[in-house]
Nanobody, 123 residues
Framework: EVQLQASGGGLVQSGGSLRLSCTGS????????MKWVRQKPGTELELVAE????????YYPDSAKGRFTISRDDAKKALYLQMNSLRPEDTAVYYC????????????????RGQGTQVTVSS
């Protein structure tokens, strides 16, 4: 059974930082691209960051570029998202997700998604 467990969310003031972590199990973690997606109330799922198999390539939409950094540690079967300069509009539930591909797709689509972690940024 594929399991993805995200953690590290919380309440932070505008301009602050958070580091999200995710551990994967039940599949070959290193064999797939991984991504962080988020969902704000009443909106569709949004891609936040994506990293390819091996970690040599990353992608960020404009909303995250320059502020967020995605990384992976395949030995630990872990995915991370360092979020700096947080804004109130970053408030959402954040999910780590496994892609169906080894390469970056630049979409919020996924094969498996874990339980999310709430990030709340106060102004």
């Amino acid at each position: 059974e594929v399991q993805l467990q995200a953690s590290g969310g919380g309440l932070v003031q505008s301009g602050g930082s958070l580091r999200l972590s995710c551990t994967g199990s039940g599949y070959s973690f290193s064999s797939y691209a991984m991504k962080w997606v988020r969902q704000k109330p009443g909106t569709e799922l949004e891609l936040v960051a994506e990293i390819n198999k091996g970690g040599g390539s990353t992608y960020y939409p404009d909303s995250a570029k320059g502020r967020f950094t995605i990384s992976r540690d395949d030995a630990k079967k872990a995915l991370y998202l360092q979020m700096n300069s947080l804004r109130p509009e970053d408030t959402a539930v954040y999910y780590c997700a496994r892609s169906g591909s080894q390469t970056i797709r630049r979409t919020a689509t996924y094969t498996y998604r874990g339980q999310g972690t709430q990030v709340t940024v106060s102004s």
